[in-house]
T-cell receptor, first 110, second 115 residues
Framework: QKEVEQNSGPLSVPEGAIASLNCTYS??????FFWYRQYSGKSPELIMS????GDKEDGRFTAQLNKASQYVSLLIRDSQPSDSATYLC??????????FGSGTRLQVQP | DADVTQTPRNRITKTGKRIMLECSQT?????MYWYRQDPGLGLQLIYY???????NKGEISDGYSVSRQAQAKFSLSLESAIPNQTALYFC??????????????FGPGTRLTVL
């Protein structure tokens, strides 16, 4: 079982809709959770970080964490074509470096 | 100027050659990382360094070695390149302010092709 799992997609949503991206992780001791966005051929950039159960909102982005279910999600409201990218979920456990999922490709249709 | 730089940005080499990829950062961060990315496989950690004297293997370190010459510099070497090391390589840095934060900042990447 991979440590961090994501559906590879593509997830296709119409412009203005809510995009929901999901991630599960295997290590119950994981403490920090991150969502990165990566445009094709570019380096990843941090979108959101979350450390406690519940929701965390930043503009059009909301990260949701449920440690009991070992599940973290990213909601993108009012999706725009510029949101089309691959979204990488990353998890940190203890002193270790981040473990990344393989990413979900999001396509926002104009 | 970019905070995290990688050289070269593109490299084509032949099987068996020794290759060094270099990473420099001006962010003053202690922690530095090397990842490779293959299509559909996300980012895989090769090596990471929490300070100049603390270097750790990642999940795919075989065939690679690293050198942390200074706080600002972290080099990745392929001693004898093979075609399945063809990939996009990223360097990243982070500075833990409190245990949980550890936001990573990525360089622009090096596209390596081994023929």
């Amino acid at each position: 079982q991979k440590e961090v799992e994501q559906n590879s997609g593509p997830l296709s949503v119409p412009e203005g809709a809510i995009a929901s991206l999901n991630c599960t992780y295997s290590d119950r001791g994981s403490q920090s959770f991150f969502w990165y966005r990566q445009y094709s051929g570019k380096s990843p950039e941090l979108i959101m970080s979350i450390y406690s159960n519940g929701d965390k909102e930043d503009g059009r982005f909301t990260a949701q964490l449920n440690k009991a279910s070992q599940y973290v999600s990213l909601l993108i409201r009012d999706s725009q074509p510029s949101d089309s990218a691959t979204y990488l979920c990353a998890v940190r456990t203890g002193r270790r470096a981040l473990t990344f999922g393989s990413g979900t490709r999001l396509q926002v249709q104009p | 100027d970019a905070d995290v730089t990688q050289t070269p940005r593109n490299r084509i080499t032949k099987t068996g050659k020794r290759i060094m990829l270099e990473c420099s950062q001006t962010k003053g961060h202690d922690r530095m990382y090397w990842y490779r990315q293959d299509p559909g496989l996300g980012l895989q950690l090769i090596y990471y360094s929490f300070d100049v004297k603390d270097i750790n293997k990642g999940e795919i370190s075989d065939g690679y070695s690293v050198s942390r010459q200074a706080q600002a510099k972290f080099s990745l070497s392929l001693e004898s390149a093979i075609p399945n090391q063809t990939a996009l390589y990223f360097c990243a840095t982070s500075d833990t302010q409190g245990f949980s934060t550890d936001t990573q900042y990525f360089g622009p990447g090096t596209r390596l092709t081994v023929l």
